[in-house]
């Protein structure tokens, strides 16, 4: 799936939802990076105990939640219930976990892009991938185009879907094979372009901090789109945009704007 589309989407993202500024994977997160003019965002997509995908990050809910225990022994409606802010700061006590389908709503009424990671609890890899597909591929049914899932025919207003399990990726492509995907890697393995055919990957996410130019090179020469997580120094941010990296992710969206690519 290689090819030499230029990317396609804004290249700052604000990490999962609004950075470090609300609780993670949150409406709150997602109001707060628009304020901020943010227009991309990057959230995590689970799956409770019903097939109603979620916006949260861990498979256990102790972190981020007043619940305890596993997310899959929850309903959609019981997370709903709970409170995903008030670990963050007094001021948003009371957020709930949102449906993936509400996050997903808000993007659509604000011109917001979507990063979707597909984050499935172990051993729900499968029936997470082809439920977070859906879902988004029923909110933008619209724009989701005909002809394939390949880089040329990405829509710019299409959600990207991206996870480190390539299980979850493959379920997703055959829930909607017409969604781009991105497989999503902490260390970049040598044999990483053998992984991106198999999967049909358009763009390869890694952290930045493993990440070294010549990589970086290799992988825009190869064709694909590269993205950066999570990148909190504007420093490093300007460096990685001059190795070619396409875009990043960043918690700091109090340091680092949405227009800090395209900035001098
Ligand atoms: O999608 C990029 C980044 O969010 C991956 O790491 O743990 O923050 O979901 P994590
Ligand atoms: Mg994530």
């Given at each position: 799936m290689s090819h030499f589309q230029p990317w396609p989407w804004p290249r700052v993202l604000a990490h999962r939802g609004g950075g470090t500024l609300a609780p993670e994977n949150t409406l709150a997160a997602l109001r707060v990076g628009l304020a901020r003019g943010f227009h991309a965002v990057e959230f995590d997509a689970m799956l409770p105990l019903d097939d109603v995908p979620v916006l949260l990050?861990?498979?256990?809910?102790?972190r981020t939640t007043s619940l305890r225990g596993d997310v899959t022994a929850r309903s959609a409606a019981e997370l709903a219930a709970c409170d995903a802010g008030g670990w963050h700061s007094v001021d948003y006590a009371g957020e709930p976990v949102p449906l993936l389908t509400q996050a997903l709503d808000f993007c659509r009424n604000n011109a917001i892009w979507p990063n979707v990671e597909i984050k499935p609890a172990p051993g729900h890899e499968v029936r997470t991938g082809s439920a977070v597909a859906r879902a988004v591929a029923d909110a933008y049914v619209d724009f989701v185009r005909t002809g394939g899932d390949g880089a040329e025919n990405v829509d710019p207003r299409v959600p990207l879907l991206s996870s480190f399990a390539p299980t979850s990726l493959q379920a997703a492509h055959s829930a909607v094979p017409k969604l781009p995907r991105a497989w999503l890697v902490d260390r970049i393995p040598t044999d990483w372009e053998r992984t991106m055919l198999q999967l049909g990957a358009v763009s390869l996410h890694t952290n930045h901090r493993h990440l070294t130019k010549p990589r970086a090179i290799e992988i825009k020469q190869a064709g694909y789109w590269l993205l950066c997580y999570t990148v909190n120094d504007p420093q490093r941010a300007r460096a990685l945009l001059h190795w070619g990296v396409d875009a990043f992710c960043t918690d700091r969206i109090d340091l680092i704007g949405p227009d800090f690519a395209s900035a001098g």
């Open positions: 990050h861990d498979a256990t809910l102790g």
